[in-house]
Each structure stands twice: as structure tokens, then as C-alpha cells.
């Protein structure tokens, strides 16, 4: 994990191992090599913060996401969007988890790229359906059910600050519900949430994070003191 970390304090070498690792991650994610830098910068604050030892643990990530009540975060150091932050609110562990994809109890930085990557604009919408469904389906049966939606549609009305009687909530759950469950089970597989996204895209708005795209001048002092190049 060091090692692979350390190709970001060293100059450019094409031959060097962790610069051609560095290389096939901005390949196959949605970064590029400049914004994978930036990255590492923010890694180094999330992973250090309480735990000096350059990996995330639930409670960094839970401080870093959840910063105060104000809504900041680390993440660019500005108010987070409410949708991304209401799922992030009701249910941190099941972010961390997804983020965690080793399942070691830790967020290595490879991990932290690869999953970020998925609320970057510019990835497919496939991958953000599917961590959506991943995300809401809180008992990992496979289906998102009645009682998963309604924790959903509560903790979006909480951070957007608006508040329904317990009958209008319901009311939601079950409209959404009956749209959704083409089958008619009473649960939402990944089939159906595809068709639900289909026709409501707004039900993903919170797999984008339009800043990330300009990660670099979110963090631009990791840029410019680095002879690390494109």
C-alpha cells in the first residue's frame, strides 16, 4: 500500500512500477492521472486524521463525510449536495462497506479512487444505477423493500429539511413502491429499480458529484509542488 503511494512523491518514471500502477487506474476509472494526484491529497487528509497510518477507518470516514452540522465535509471542503449527503446520513457503515471493497475494515486508496470514480460525471450510468441499488438495498437480500425505501425517502426529507406527516410518507413509499414493482412481489430487484431510474433519473442525482471533476482545483497545491505529469 505504501509503496504504491509513494509513486506520487517521486518524479515521473515510465519505468517505475507504482507510476505504470498509477497509469492503469486513471485507465480504468473515470480520473485522470492529475486528478488521481489531487486525490491522493485528500486521501492523506481522510486517512490521517485520527489513525496515522494512510488507511481509512470507519471513524475517518464517518468524520470526513460528517463533518459537522453544518453540512461541510472533506471532500473540497464545501457544503455537500443534500441528496449525496442524506445517503451518506442514513446509512455511513453501507457506504463504508461499498467503499471497503477488500472487506478488511479498511479504505485502501486504490479502493478510495475506484469507488469515488463512480460519482464522477463522467461515469457510465450503469455503474451509478448499480451502487445506487447497492446502496439502498441496506439487508443485502438483493431487492430494496418496503421498509429500505421508506428509511431512504426519510432521510432525504430529513436533510432537505421538510417535514410530512407520518400518512404522507407512507403515501410516497407506496406510489413509489407500486411503480416500481412491475412483478408485483412487494420488493425491488435490480431489474425493476433499472426501469424506475429510466423514468425518474432524479432518483441517481446523488451518484454525481459535479466538483469532482475539477478535482485539481479543489486541491491545486498538491499540483503545482509535484513533478508528477501527465
Known amino acids: 500500500m505504501r509503496a504504491f503511494l509513494s509513486c506520487f512523491s ?15 487506474l486513471a ?3 473515470s480520473f485522470t492521472i492529475n486528478e ?13 486524521c485520527i489513525y496515522d497510518d494512510s488507511l481509512i477507518h470507519k471513524e475517518e470516514f464517518h468524520l470526513a463525510l460528517l463533518r459537522n452540522s453544518h453540512k461541510q465535509n472533506l471532500f473540497a471542503d464545501r457544503p455537500a449536495d443534500i441528496e449525496f449527503h442524506a445517503c451518506l446520513h442514513y446509512n455511513i457503515l453501507q457506504v463504508f462497506d461499498l467503499f471497503d471493497v477488500k472487506g478488511n ?9 475506484r469507488s ?7 461515469a457510465p450510468k450503469e455503474d451509478k444505477i448499480t451502487f445506487a441499488f447497492r446502496l439502498y438495498d441496506l439487508r ?17 426529507l430529513t436533510e432537505s429539511e421538510l417535514t410530512l406527516s407520518d400518512e404522507e410518507v407512507e403515501s410516497i413509499v407506496n406510489k413509489t413502491m407500486m411503480e416500481a414493482d ?19 433519473p432524479a432518483l441517481i442525482k446523488n451518484m454525481t458529484l459535479p466538483y ?12 503545482l509542488n509535484t513533478d508528477f505529469e501527465e
Do not use: C, R
Request: charged share 30%.
Open 10 to 24: 517521486l518524479k515521473k518514471n515510465k519505468q517505475n512500477p507504482q507510476y505504470q500502477e498509477a497509469i492503469i
Open 27 to 29: 485507465s480504468e476509472t
Open 36 to 48: 488521481i494526484k489531487a486525490l491522493y491529497d485528500l486521501f492523506k487528509k481522510l486517512s490521517n
Open 105 to 113: 475494515g479498511v479504505i485502501e486508496f486504490e479502493e478510495f479512487v
Open 116 to 122: 469515488l470514480s463512480i460519482f464522477h460525471p463522467n
Open 140 to 156: 443485502q437480500t438483493g431487492y430494496i423493500e418496503h421498509e429500505e425505501l421508506k428509511e431512504m425517502v426519510l432521510a432525504i
Open 182 to 200: 412491475s412483478k408485483g412481489d412487494g420488493k425491488i430487484d435490480q431489474e425493476e429499480w433499472k426501469e424506475l431510474v429510466e423514468k425518474n
Open 212 to 223: 469532482l471533476k475539477d478535482i485539481t482545483l479543489a486541491f491545486p497545491s498538491f499540483i
